[in-house]
């Protein structure tokens, strides 16, 4: 395979045709459910020194927003690996972000679910640009909104257009992201899951439908216990959040990132705080085990 990081070579099976070949030259039909209807899911892996990071736990996912939405999961998670390592094998660069997406697949267009189609499976990589030690430093700037999505935020959709425009609230503010509250409460940003800090203790909203339970979600609760910080997932009101002492970030290609303003108010004393630089500092282990552990 070509290492190509411009155009890099991608898995696509359509109708149960596998090929690996270049991203320029990838094609779909037009009546892909994926296309015609949101129909499919996805997931975000996160590579470094080219060993996936959590990647039960993104297979994992992948199963169960696939079974949500009754989608047969085309390979074991054998064959995911397999799949998974020849994409990462063929890229240039060592930290990467894996892109799965599967769709219903390719059908006369009507909603229920067609008879006999194979899933559509497409996989690609791309570099992993990962947070800047400015943003690290400084922290991001986010907005709010009302959350409007739909109610099964726990399936991992490529359905995204509520989120798109979430995102584009905030882009048209220069901020980094929109964070949503549902009913009063916070439920989670556009891309990312929200973390409060009150009084030493770490906050999340619990993870139901309202949620997408990020990799990192778990993976959280692990460092903040292995630092000794307690960490309760509860209902987390507005003014909760509003008053906070610290605001924290998470998704697969921001890590964990500090949150030091919100609405244009600083976040506590509007400066990265313990618990962040903490939790950070732990993250960063857990990559360096990972690697240590999983290396190939
Ligand atoms: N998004 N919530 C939403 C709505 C998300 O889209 C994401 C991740 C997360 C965090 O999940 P994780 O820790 O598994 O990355 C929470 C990915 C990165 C994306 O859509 O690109």
Known sequence: MSADLLDPVVFLSVNGVAEWLPLSEARLPVLDRGFIFGDGIYEVVPVYGRVPFR???????????????????????????????ELIDGFADDNQMVYIQVTRGVAKRGHAFPADTQPTVFMMNNPLVLPTAALRADGAAVVSATDNRWLRCDIKSV?????????????????????????????????????????????APVRDHRILEGIRYSLMAELAESVGIAFTARAISEAEVRAADELLLTSATKEVIPITRLDGQ??????????????????QRAKEQSRAQFAR
């Open 266 to 283: 600083p976040v506590g004393d509007g400066r990265p705080g313990p618990v962040y630089a903490r939790l950070y500092a732990a993250y």
């Open 55 to 85: 990647m039960d736990h993104h297979l994992a996912r992948l199963a169960r927003s696939l079974g949500a939405v009754g989608i047969t999961n085309p390979f074991d998670n054998a064959g995911w690996k397999a799949r998974i390592f």
């Open 159 to 203: 359905s995204l257009l509520g989120n798109v425009l979430m995102a584009q609230h905030a882009a048209e503010q220069g901020a980094a992201e929109t964070i949503m509250f549902r009913d009063g409460n916070l439920t989670e940003g556009s891309s990312s899951n929200i973390w409060v800090v009150r009084d030493g203790v770490l906050l």
